[in-house]
């Protein structure tokens, strides 16, 4: 599995950005991608997931009314759209992949480079 994550950069507070993940090489029809992000000195916490099944999405509370998470039909191009960003989104987005993933589980066994989001106040 192969993930790329693309759409970071520098936005002040209250705009708006959209990450990009191209993913390939699923072989199971059952699979999770995900965005995780990590700040500088903090643990790489998750942020959104969807599933390829129904495609269920699941996000962490600090983004539910903010963030928004979609995907094409195969998920071949996962997005996350960031709105009303804050100085505290600052992090490194990195997108996430899971095959066949339990109920309610995040995806993190495969992992992308990462695309540094930067907020200024």
């Known amino acids: 599995v192969q993930l790329v994550e693309s759409g970071g950069g520098l936005v002040q507070a209250g705009g708006s950005l959209r990450l990009s993940c191209a993913a390939s090489?699923?072989?199971?029809?059952?699979?999770?991608v995900g965005w995780w992000r990590q700040a500088p000195g903090k643990e790489r916490e998750g942020v959104a997931y969807?599933?390829?099944?129904?495609?269920?999405?699941a996000y962490a509370d600090s983004a539910k009314a903010r963030f928004t998470i979609s995907g094409d039909t195969a998920l071949n191009t996962v997005y996350l759209q960031l709105n009303s960003l804050k100085p505290e989104d600052t992090a490194v987005y990195y997108c996430?992949?899971?095959?066949?993933?339990?109920?309610?589980?995040?995806?993190?066994?495969?992992w992308g480079q990462g695309t540094q989001v930067t907020v200024s106040s």
């Open positions: 996430s992949a899971e095959t066949n993933p339990l109920p309610g589980t995040w995806p993190s066994t495969y």
């Open positions: 090489g699923f072989i199971f029809e059952d699979y999770a």
């Open positions: 969807i599933r390829s099944r129904g495609g269920a999405t």
